[in-house]
């Protein structure tokens, strides 16, 4: 098997040859160069739309025989088959590569050696283009060709051109069997010919079922570059190798073909494979042991892409199951999350693992933003992997950036940002980024649309839950009970979904109104993210729940520094959701010790920010504590006063604006606390009617809720 150069490859040069000579017309200029480019770029790259790893001359007829070319009469298909015919023998062969060093473009001083004429009619390539580039690596690889290599190649280009014979008779008709070789022709030398077979054998491609495929000639490169990609689509999407690609393989083996740069290191990738199979089922420790092993056979092998990729899962297995890795950690493999991502950051550096330093770049971004830091650092971070991405052409790294600057927008509570980079995302890279990524994206966007109680579009997004049975579950406690026995009972995901089940758990505690329980949960799932050095955004959420729990169960004041703790390290943090959400909660405390007027000046303060989150949650949450600041600076206002009357229509308004956004997210409880709260200040009032009227409507909202 030839190392680069095939028979397909040299019609790719043929019909270069004919582009550069200026005969292809301008109207089939970007066709011809399209389908160039296709078999040129890597097989997994975005312009790439190769369905094989070779070209048949099927595929060079139907690609060219639609254009007519420069010569009146003639096709482009007519040229490329006129070119691959003039190689008539070993010696065109060689000839035909020397004249391909023409076609690439010389510098100042070499250029003024080329004949004027050839410059004045032939359009030169640039050495950096991919058509450039192309050439000097064939050129180079031929020049490397052994006689006995070169002699192999020159008989496979016979048998790939051997099926345009009747056509080339047509244009030709002189040419009969012996045209594949002019000195057979010249000397009327039989094909079957007792010489003919002692220079060439058996010319029928059965006979090199070794060396020709089905489709064409392949070399080692073409194999490893679909290995690469199939591997890379396994790894990426779980898919399984297609039963063409696996046909050809169990042909390879069978022919007894090696490919070095390949069977060298198939045994420790096969331990990287297994190691990732095992995590993905559930095994850590077995996952754990082979991670090490593909780790120390990497590294004797001096294997630099397998080390680093290693190493890299290693550290984000280990921010996922930190639990798993307290005995890596105690041996010091990769040593602090700082240490391990600057070590990984400049090996990838060394060996030009473009992906992994991108990847590298994002998970420093996230430690930044998870250890509370500067958030301008983790943009920095973030700009350098999109920067990466940009000038590497990093299509896969894509979907990676998109999502950590989706979430850390969301974080931060610029809604609208977030949103569009989940949009941007889900229908520009989805096809070229990680399954995990894009469903990670999907929950983002649905959590997005669920917080402006845009429930059906969330259902949609999700795909996965009927829109009715979503409706019955909202409000229903014992529905809720039993997913969330369902969720717990799920092997251990990550950290972000642990987190999430816990605080739906406290929430479902909460409802029931079983504080002491909600609690008791709170403090132990705090106590579990302080010794996993969790997340802030995760430590900061539970705070605040603690904060409003105490709120809830009637004891504001005992959550006073709670939130005051967790205002300021959000604000530290720049998390401006959570932030406002702790002065809520601060605002609470001030209601309740009769501070209305500080209270009111907090929320007001808070209110337009907070909008901008697209919360309504929070921003019914802002709403409500604003209407008992108000409520509470009318009732120390003399009864009959304007100051009094004006307070209580401030408060009204408040109330409306809650009702409409616990409307949104239809929170029953919500809805009813504000109906009720309407009610009593319509009664204050001395309108006793509107004040049924709202009894009513609060009394049909639980007969809806109960329905």
Not at 127 to 149: C, I, M, W, Y
Not at 556 to 578: D, E, N
């Amino acid at each position: 098997m030839s190392r680069y150069l095939t028979p397909s490859k040299i019609g790719l040069l043929a019909l270069i040859s004919l582009y550069s000579d200026g005969v292809v017309p301008s109207s089939a200029t970007i066709p011809i160069l399209s389908f160039l480019i296709s078999y040129l770029l890597p097989v997994h790259s975005v312009g790439s739309k190769q369905d094989g790893i070779t070209i048949s001359v099927d595929k060079l007829q139907k690609a060219t025989i639609a254009h007519t070319s420069a010569i009146p009469g003639r096709t482009v298909w007519d040229l490329l088959l006129k070119q691959l015919w003039m190689i008539d023998s070993l010696h065109a062969l060689h000839a035909f590569f020397n004249d391909l060093s023409l076609l690439l473009e010389k510098p100042p001083h070499e250029g003024l050696d080329q004949p004027e004429q050839s410059r004045r009619k032939r359009m030169l390539l640039s050495k950096n283009s991919p058509l450039g580039a192309f050439v000097r690596r064939s050129l180079l690889e031929f020049t490397r060709l052994q006689f006995h290599d070169g002699a192999s190649l020159w008989k496979s280009l016979i048998i790939y051109r051997t099926p345009t014979l009747p056509h080339w008779k047509r244009r030709n008709p002189k040419a009969g069997p012996q045209s594949f070789d002019r000195n057979l022709q010249a000397e009327s030398i039989d094909a079957d010919g007792t010489l003919s077979n002692l220079i060439y054998g058996d010319l029928s491609a059965d006979s090199y079922t070794g060396v020709v495929l089905k489709d064409g000639n392949a070399s080692t490169d073409d194999l490893e570059r679909l290995l690469d990609h199939q591997i890379n689509r396994m790894q990426r999407a779980g898919n399984r190798i297609p039963p063409a690609m696996l046909y050809q393989l169990r042909s390879l083996a069978r022919s007894g073909v090696t490919m070095p740069s390949v069977s060298s290191y198939v045994q420790w990738y096969a331990l990287l494979n297994l190691a990732i199979l095992q995590a993905d089922f559930g095994c850590f420790s077995e996952a754990i042991t082979a991670m090490q092993e593909t780790i120390a056979t990497a590294r004797e092998n001096n294997d630099m892409p397998c080390l680093n990729y290693s190493l890299s899962w290693l550290y984000q297995f280990g921010r996922t199951h930190p639990e798993e890795m307290a005995e890596i950690q105690k041996k010091g493999v990769l040593g602090s999350e700082k240490e391990a991502l600057s070590f990984l950051k400049a090996k990838a550096k060394e060996s030009s693992m473009w992906t992994l330093l991108s990847t590298t770049l994002l998970s420093e971004a996230k430690l930044i933003l998870s250890n509370g830091d500067n958030v301008s650092l983790a943009f920095e971070s973030i700009v350098k992997a999109s920067h990466l991405n940009v000038t590497k052409n990093l299509t896969e790294a894509y979907g990676g950036l998109m999502l950590m600057q989706s979430s850390t927008f969301d974080r931060l509570g610029v809604a609208c940002q977030a949103w569009s980079h989940c949009e941007l995302f889900l229908q520009c890279y989805a096809g070229q980024s990680l399954s995990e990524d894009v469903i990670q994206t999907q929950c983002l966007s649905a959590s997005m649309l669920a917080r402006k109680g845009q429930y059906d579009e969330a259902i949609s997004r999700m795909d996965m839950v009927d829109p009715e049975a979503l409706r019955t579950l909202r409000d229903e406690l014992d529905a809720g009970d039993h997913v969330l026995t369902q969720l717990r009972a799920a092997p251990a995901g990550v950290p972000e979904l642990q987190f999430n089940i816990s605080m739906l758990e406290v929430h479902l505690r909460i409802r029931r109104n079983d504080y002491t329980c909600a609690l008791a949960l709170l403090e132990q799932l705090m106590s579990e993210l302080d010794q996993q050095e969790a997340d802030i955004f995760q430590r900061l959420k539970a705070m605040i729940l603690k904060a409003r729990v105490y709120d809830q169960a009637g004891i504001p004041q005992k959550g006073f520094s709670v939130a005051l703790r967790a205002a300021s390290l959000a604000h530290k943090a720049r998390i401006l959701p959570i932030l406002w959400e702790a002065v809520g909660a601060v605002g609470r405390v001030l209601i309740s010790v009769k501070e209305f007027e500080a209270a009111v000046k907090l929320m007001e303060n808070v209110l337009p920010q907070a909008l901008e989150c697209e919360d309504c949650e929070l921003t019914a949450y802002l709403f409500s504590c604003l209407a008992d600041g108000h409520m509470g600076m009318a009732g120390q206002s003399k009864e009959g006063t304007l100051q009094r009357k004006e307070k209580l229509t401030k408060a009204m308004a408040s109330l409306d604006r809650a009702f409409e956004e616990y409307s949104r997210i239809k929170d029953i409880t919500g809805q009813c606390e504000m109906m009720a709260k309407k009610a009593t200040i319509m009664h204050l009032n001395g309108d006793a009617v509107l004040a049924n009227d709202c009894a009513a409507k609060y009394l049909d909202i639980k007969k809806a809720a109960k329905a």
